[in-house]
């Protein structure tokens, strides 16, 4: 069973950073491109970047809104998926979901995790 | 950036009824067009992917069609379980999600 699980959500304050993680199961994590996806409260969903896989040389992508601020990297030997947020502002809080791109590159996100929510205030 | 404009942006139905969610690109996309459907507090599930394939395990009422601006997602025959928010997302340059349809009991 395809499972994908975030953690490291929490209150930070504007300027700060933070680090999440998603460990994946189930599946072989290493063939897949791999994104993150957020939701801000009552709010649609927002494409954040995506990391591809080894073949594609773990090459990424970012969405304008988090460009230069935001770093998304992977651990094959982990099979966990990183988003590092730096120079967060209050328009970053969100629930953030990493999701699984079944279809080799073009975002069918076939599997998501559960979320977890990043709340930046002061 | 290519936008996607869903429309309505909300409406209420009876279980029973056909449904159809309108989303609009910005610029052409051919077929990259995918859809979604989100309960309140869970995350999203995959529905239909390159516009018009239905994912393996979705129930058959679901349905996807269109190709360059403009596309549809039809719920034959609604049924108690679909009341959700429904996104429509793009691939064809990187990636963007319409703005959500809520779909309620009416």
């Known amino acids: 069973e395809v499972q994908l699980v975030e953690s490291g959500g929490g209150l930070v304050q504007p300027g700060g950073s933070l680090r999440l993680s998603c460990a994946a199961s189930g599946f072989t994590f290493s063939d897949h491109y791999m994104d993150w996806v957020r939701q801000a409260p009552g709010k649609g969903l927002e494409w954040v970047g995506r990391t591809r896989n080894k073949a594609n040389s773990y090459t990424a992508e970012y969405a304008a809104s988090v460009k230069g601020r935001f770093t998304i990297s992977r651990d094959d030997s982990k099979n966990s998926l990183y988003l590092q947020m730096n120079s967060l502002k209050t328009e970053d809080t969100a629930v953030y979901y990493c999701?699984?791109?079944?279809?080799?590159?073009?975002?069918?996100?076939?599997?998501w995790g559960q979320g977890t929510l990043v709340t930046v205030s002061s | 950036d290519i936008q996607l404009t869903q429309s309505p942006s909300s409406l209420s139905a009876s279980v029973g009824d056909r449904v159809t969610i309108t989303c609009r690109a910005s610029?052409?996309?051919?077929?990259?067009l995918n859809w979604y459907q989100q309960k309140p507090g869970k995350a999203p599930k995959l529905l239909i992917y390159?516009?018009?394939s239905l994912r393996s395990g979705v129930p058959s009422r679901f349905s996807g069609s269109g190709s360059g601006t403009d596309f549809t997602l039809t719920i034959s025959s609604l049924q108690p379980e679909d009341f959700a928010t429904f996104y429509c997302q793009q691939s064809y340059t990187l990636s963007t999600f319409g703005g959500g349809t809520k779909v309620e009991i009416k």
């Open positions: 610029q052409s996309i051919g077929g990259y």
């Open positions: 999701a699984r791109d079944g279809s080799g590159g073009n975002f069918r996100f076939d599997y």
């Open positions: 390159a516009a018009s």
